[in-house]
């Protein structure tokens, strides 16, 4: 039986209980005092009803107890039952050891990482058991520090946090009882990375949402993931829209099915429609097997299509039929592919202005933009600028292994202010040079070495050389060679621009802009 007395810090009254346990002939079997919360714990062995009541009674009417209750456990008997179950279910290996290197405690984890029995390890010295570190030299070191280390114990190899164990002494001085060792395996470490990495990525929580344009639009996505129908997600480069449309997989019953990513930018015409479709055998010289598409690998899950702005005529015409039924035919092969995927798509381009030109299907466009996600530029997100510098900081400074800086005053009204024409992936990019070049723990805006750029006229030069008239030819020509592709003639460049056919025949012939010089 288990009593917890609530009494008065007062002498000599854990001698009166005891007292009375001896009155009754009771064996004590544990004591313990908790003088901050005014409580005495006492265990001893089960007695009968009647003299439990009188025993009550009697440690009820010490002077100084206000309570006496049953208890199921004394707290130090707690503790040992938390930290025993603690160890069981760590998955990680656990061992203890004393001042002399001996193992004192070992978990089920330790025990099974190393294929060995508790029997044969317990009491054992490790320094028989470990090659990379010598625990004795370092147990009976002056200065004792935890240290991180690669270790191989019988013949497998771990990475190792080494602890001291500190106890204080009467004194309160704290003086070295042994170490504790935590071990990871390769294998544990590379799940542990996978799925850091996988919830860093894929969820919504890696995207930083404090302006309200952003959280209306991750407000938006997490309604639409919960639906089949295709997404359309449009903004600039850089903007994070394949961040978002992970989120969006992860986020919808398809998330424990393949999420395939496809650059339609990437992709020529020839390659794109056997890899998104696959081919038949025998579809070209020296095949014998056919081969799967991208559609059909992620069947039951995702396809990313990036820059869908990009695909060919053809292609758009396949993949239309394919959004319509969810069918397909691969390449020289007449049977049905069916097959169910859902597509997000993304743009950086003007679908609507496509369609006018006739360059992007009407229908097909109708099609996609079912659900549509618009990603502010970060420059119209002003609120997120810090929040995302400090992540990216703590990121690239523990990769380092390194204390994350801290951004100065100037630094972080700079950066609220900098347009960041390549929105967040210009914000990373900076930041990441910065810090891996950085010497100190603050960082200046002059160490993200950011070009000066203003939303009119671009980036400007910061070491102008030259007159204004050179300055003047320089942006004459470089507008030129912008509208020749578009404008591909003299008379046509005159009438957008507003000039006669012999100035702009002339400025032309002076920087050397025509058809063989400009692709068109």
């Given at each position: 039986m288990?009593l917890?007395?609530?009494?008065?810090?007062?002498?000599g009254?854990?001698?009166e209980?005891?007292n009375?346990l001896?009155?009754?002939?009771?064996d004590?079997?544990?004591i313990?005092?908790?003088?901050?919360?005014g409580?005495m714990?006492?265990?001893?062995?089960?007695?009968?009803f009647?003299?439990?009541?009188?025993l009550?009674?009697?440690?009820?009417?010490?002077?100084?107890?206000?309570?006496?209750?049953?208890t199921a456990?004394?707290?130090?008997?707690?503790?040992?039952?938390?930290?025993?179950?603690?160890?069981?279910t760590?998955?990680?290996?656990?061992?203890?050891?004393?001042t002399?290197?001996?193992?004192?405690i070992?978990?089920?984890a330790?025990?099974?990482?190393?294929?060995?029995a508790?029997?044969d390890?317990a009491?054992?010295?490790?320094m028989n058991m470990?090659?990379g570190f010598?625990?004795?030299?370092w147990?009976?070191s002056?200065?004792v520090?935890a240290?991180t280390r690669?270790?191989?114990?019988?013949?497998?190899r771990?990475?190792?946090?080494?602890?001291?164990?500190?106890?204080?002494?009467e004194?309160?001085?704290?003086?070295?009882?042994?170490a504790?060792?935590n071990?990871?395996?390769?294998?544990?470490?590379?799940?542990?990375?996978v799925?850091?990495?996988k919830?860093?990525?894929?969820?919504f929580?890696?995207?930083?949402?404090?302006s309200?344009?952003?959280?209306?639009?991750?407000?938006?996505?997490k309604?639409?993931?919960q639906?089949?129908a295709?997404i359309l997600?449009?903004?600039?480069?850089?903007?994070?829209?394949?961040?978002?449309?992970?989120?969006?997989h992860?986020?919808?019953?398809?998330?424990?099915?393949p999420?395939?990513?496809?650059?339609?930018?990437a992709?020529?015409?020839?390659?794109a429609?056997?890899?998104?479709f696959?081919?038949?055998?025998?579809?070209f010289?020296?095949t014998?097997?056919?081969?799967?598409?991208?559609?059909e690998?992620a069947?039951?899950?995702t396809v990313?299509?990036?820059e869908?702005?990009?695909?060919?005529?053809?292609?758009?015409?396949k993949?239309?039929?394919?959004?319509?039924?969810?069918?397909?035919?691969?390449?020289?092969?007449?049977?049905?592919?069916?097959?169910?995927?859902?597509?997000?798509?993304?743009?950086?381009?003007?679908?609507?202005?496509?369609?006018?030109?006739?360059?992007?299907?009407?229908?097909?466009?109708?099609?996609l933009?079912?659900?549509?996600?618009?990603?502010?530029?970060?420059?119209d997100?002003?609120?997120?600028i810090?929040?995302l510098?400090?992540?990216?900081i703590?990121?690239?400074?523990?990769r380092?292994?390194?204390?994350?800086?801290?951004?100065?005053?100037d630094c972080?009204?700079f950066?609220?202010?900098?347009?960041?024409?390549?929105?967040?992936?210009?914000?990373?990019?900076?930041?990441?040079?910065a810090?891996?070049?950085?010497?100190?723990?603050?960082?200046?805006?002059?160490?993200?070495?950011?070009?000066?750029?203003?939303?009119?006229?671009?980036?400007?030069?910061?070491?102008?050389d030259?007159?204004?008239?050179?300055?003047?030819?320089?942006?004459e020509?470089?507008?030129?060679?912008?509208?020749?592709p578009?404008y591909?003639s003299s008379?046509q460049l005159?009438?957008?621009?507003?000039l006669?056919?012999t100035?702009?025949?002339?400025?032309?012939?002076?920087y050397?802009?025509n058809?063989?010089?400009?692709?068109?």
């Open positions: 288990r917890e007395i609530h009494c008065q810090d007062r002498l009254i854990a001698q209980v005891l009375i001896v009155h009754y002939q009771i004590l079997r544990g313990e005092v908790d003088p901050v919360l409580r714990y006492v265990a001893f062995p089960t007695v009968d009647e003299k439990f009541q009188e009550m009674a009697k440690i009820r009417r010490i002077p100084g107890v206000d309570d006496v209750k049953t456990f004394l707290p130090s008997e707690r503790e040992h039952n938390e930290l025993s179950t603690l160890l069981k760590l998955p990680d290996g656990v061992i203890a050891i004393d002399k290197a001996n193992v004192t070992i978990n089920e330790a025990l099974q990482a190393l294929s060995v508790a029997a390890v009491g054992q010295s490790l470990v090659k010598n625990f004795l030299r147990l009976e002056d200065d520090l240290q690669r270790l191989e114990l019988h013949g497998k771990f990475i190792a946090d080494i602890l001291p164990v500190m106890v204080p002494d004194s309160g001085h704290e003086i070295l009882a042994g504790v060792i071990l990871k395996s390769e294998s544990r470490l590379g799940e542990q990375m799925v850091f990495k919830g860093d990525q894929e969820s929580n890696s995207l930083q949402a404090t309200n344009v952003m959280r209306r639009v991750v407000r938006e996505a309604k639409m993931s639906l089949d295709p997600i449009v903004g600039e480069t850089g903007t994070g829209k394949e961040l978002l449309a992970r989120a969006c992860a986020a919808s019953s398809r998330a424990g099915k999420f395939l990513a496809v650059n339609c930018a992709m020529p015409d020839n390659v429609e056997s890899e998104l696959g081919y038949g055998p025998n579809a010289p020296g014998v097997e056919g081969k799967k598409g991208i559609f690998q069947n039951k899950g990313f299509l990036d869908v702005g990009e695909m060919s005529r053809e292609l758009q015409t993949l239309l039929r394919f959004l319509q039924d969810g069918s397909f035919r691969r390449i020289a092969d007449e049977n049905e592919v069916r097959v169910d995927v859902r597509v997000i798509c993304t743009t950086q381009k003007d679908l609507p202005g496509m369609v006018q030109e006739g360059t992007f299907r009407e229908d097909l466009y109708y099609r933009n079912v659900l549509t996600l618009a990603l502010p530029p970060l420059r997100r002003k609120q997120d810090l929040p510098s400090e992540a990216f703590s990121r690239f400074s523990a380092l292994g390194r204390k994350a800086p801290r951004l100065t005053e972080a009204q950066i609220q202010q900098y347009p960041w024409p390549g929105n967040v992936r210009q914000l990373e990019n900076a930041l990441y040079r810090v891996t070049l950085l010497e100190g723990y603050e960082l200046d805006k002059e160490q993200l070495q950011l070009p000066s750029y203003t939303n009119d006229f671009g980036y400007l030069e910061k070491d102008f030259g007159t204004l008239d050179e300055a003047v030819k320089r942006f020509a470089n507008l030129l060679r912008k509208l020749f578009a591909p008379r005159a009438k957008k621009l507003g006669s056919h100035a702009v025949a002339n400025k032309l012939r002076e050397g802009i058809r063989k010089s400009v692709k068109i």
